[in-house]
C-alpha cells in the first residue's frame, strides 16, 4: 500500500494562499486532494494521473492549481484567493486508477492521508 504523507495546511485570512504538499511513498498512477466539512460528504478539490489530466472542482478553478515533483512522488495544491468556505479538512487521495475516477470516488481509493487542516477566517 502505497503511503501517504500531508503538510502545509493552517489558518489565513480570506484573500490569502496555503500551499498543500502529499508525498507518496513511490509512484502511482493518480492522486488528488479532497476536503471535508462536519456534516458533509467528502469532496474532490483537484486530482491528476500520470497522463497529465486534470480535474478541478467548480468552486476552486481559476484559484487553486495543482503541480507535482515526479522524481520525488510529491503533489502540491497551491490555494490562492482563499474564501471562508474553503475551511475544511483537506485529504489527499491516491489510486491506481485514473484521475477521474480517483476525483469523483468512484472506487475505493488505494490511500488516504491523515488529513490537514485548513481555516480561512472572514
Known amino acids: 500500500q502505497v503511503q501517504l504523507v500531508e503538510s502545509g495546511g493552517g489558518s489565513v485570512q480570506a484573500g490569502g494562499s496555503l500551499r498543500l504538499s502529499c508525498t507518496a511513498s513511490?509512484?502511482?498512477?493518480?492522486m488528488g486532494w479532497f476536503r471535508q466539512t462536519p456534516g458533509k460528504e467528502r469532496e474532490g478539490v483537484a486530482a491528476?494521473?500520470?497522463?497529465?489530466?486534470?480535474f478541478y472542482a467548480d468552486s476552486v478553478k481559476g484559484r487553486f492549481t495543482l503541480s507535482s515533483d515526479n522524481a520525488k512522488n510529491t503533489l502540491y495544491l497551491q490555494m490562492n484567493s482563499l474564501r471562508p468556505e474553503d475551511t475544511a479538512i483537506y485529504y489527499c487521495?491516491?489510486?491506481?486508477?485514473?484521475?477521474?475516477?480517483?476525483?469523483?470516488?468512484?472506487?475505493?481509493?488505494?490511500?488516504w492521508g491523515q488529513g490537514t487542516q485548513v481555516t480561512v477566517s472572514a
Open positions: 513511490r509512484h502511482i498512477t493518480s
Open positions: 491528476v494521473d500520470e497522463d497529465g489530466t486534470t
Open positions: 487521495g491516491a489510486d491506481r486508477s485514473n484521475a477521474r475516477l480517483l476525483f469523483n470516488q468512484l472506487v475505493p481509493l488505494d490511500s
